[in-house]
């Protein structure tokens, strides 16, 4: 894995630079373990979650959670596949 000093953009002048690290977060239902599977489904695509950037908040109610990692991502492509992949979880509503 590269060190994040080591990761540098192809065009600073554009939004999104790849490679680069990234948060995700996913929404969903509360209580459905999306803490321990989110991680998990990033990692299951080949892409590295930085230690200690999981970060949760419950919704007032408590029905629903947010759920937020960084990664480090080499692509676009993989970028798209981590949103499909969580979007796929049943537990997902919608991934930021």
């Known amino acids: 894995m590269k060190n994040l000093d080591d990761i540098h953009a192809e065009n600073s002048d554009q939004g999104f ?3 680069g690290a990234f ?3 996913a ?3 509360a209580n459905t373990g999306l803490e321990e599977r989110m991680p998990e ?3 299951g695509l080949g892409l590295s979650v930085l230690n200690g950037s999981l970060r949760t908040r419950p919704s007032s109610e408590g029905h629903y ?10 692509s676009r492509e993989k970028y798209a596949a981590a ?3 969580l979007r796929a979880d049943p537990s997902v509503r919608w991934t930021l």
Do not use: D, M, R, Y
């Open 17 to 19: 630079q790849f490679p």
């Open 23 to 25: 948060e995700i977060t």
């Open 27 to 29: 929404v969903g239902k």
């Open 41 to 43: 489904l990033i990692a």
């Open 65 to 74: 959670v947010s759920v937020s990692v960084t990664f480090t991502c080499p």
């Open 83 to 85: 949103h499909a992949a």
